[in-house]
């Protein structure tokens, strides 16, 4: 084949390309005046969009025609790529002022998403240290309560362990008393029986009425520490139901907020399952918004 009939071959085979350069012009003079106004700018974001995925098209379609025609020839497929990367440059343009308007709506959205997760994470974090407070709170009250508890029922076995003390030592004089008065009898007189026994009788009466008077004092003292007790019983009963109820207040509210979180999540991780990354520019989008 002769050079002249080459470059005609040649020629005619690059005119194959699906795209000419008026058709590029045509499309830089109706696209790169195009717009965005900002998030809100519904209407031109659309336009754009649109236009971005059509100039997309013709670049993809540019080179698949390049592939076909290269396979023939080196010399020949060297002047379909340079002639596919000229087209292909100008063809770029309009797609990367396309894409850059698109960009104004879709890396909003994508920083909206970003902060509405950081929201989630900083409130996860102050409900949970909300908690523990709470918890830690509540167990140094108990803690609190069971040591005041805890020394009251000290003094009152203090107090009962007198009390037995005082009996037995009640039951030490008594006998003590008997056998003293056995060894008078003993060593009295036959005489003087009748008087001695008087004098035992009165005193006998005497001491009866001294340990009558003396029990009925122990007796009343321990009335009073069992009364005391009770008053301390009911206390911590009553504190022990107050602590309880405020548990189970704080637990609803817990769980109501665990619910809440959870929705946000959901919904989050649905606007995240429909996101893909573009493998060109590696950026992120919508599967609803980018067809």
């Known amino acids: 084949m002769t050079q002249e009939k080459q470059e005609d071959y040649v020629a005619k085979e690059l005119k194959k390309y ?54 023939s020839s080196l010399d020949f497929g060297r002047k379909v790529d340079g002639e596919a990367r000229r087209l292909t440059t100008e063809i770029l343009k309009v797609e990367d002022h396309l894409l850059s308007q698109r960009k104004i709506v879709e890396d909003e959205k994508k920083r909206k998403a970003d902060e509405e997760r950081e929201a989630i994470r900083k409130e996860e974090e102050r409900v949970k240290r909300e908690e523990e407070a709470l918890f830690e709170k509540v167990r140094l009250e108990q803690e609190a309560k069971e040591k005041e508890l805890a020394e009251q029922q000290r003094k009152i076995d203090e107090a009962n362990a007198k009390i037995e003390e005082e009996k037995k030592e009640i039951e030490r004089e008594k006998q003590k008393t008997i056998e003293i008065e056995e060894a008078k009898k003993k060593a009295a007189e036959q005489a003087k029986l009748d008087s001695e026994n008087e004098a035992k009788r009165k005193e006998n009466e005497a001491k009866e009425k001294a ?81």
Not at 28 to 51: F, H, I, Q, T
Not at 266 to 275: F, M, R, V
């Open 18 to 71: 699906s795209v000419t350069d008026a058709q590029i012009a045509k499309l830089k003079s109706e696209y790169l005046v195009l717009k965005v106004d900002g998030v809100e700018d519904r209407k031109n974001y659309d336009l754009c969009k649109d236009a971005h995925q059509g100039v997309k098209r013709l670049r993809l379609d540019i080179e698949l025609k390049r592939q076909e025609l290269k396979a």
């Open 211 to 291: 340990q009558k008077e003396k029990e009925d004092a122990l007796r009343k003292q321990k009335e009073e520490t069992d009364r005391n007790q009770k008053i301390i019983d009911d206390a911590a009963q009553k504190e022990k139901e107050r602590i309880e109820a405020e548990l189970e207040k704080q637990e609803i509210k817990r769980k109501k907020k665990e619910k809440e979180l959870k929705e946000e999540k959901e919904k989050l991780a649905e606007l995240l399952k429909n996101q893909v990354e573009c493998p060109h520019c590696h950026k992120t989008f919508q599967l609803d918004e980018v067809k």
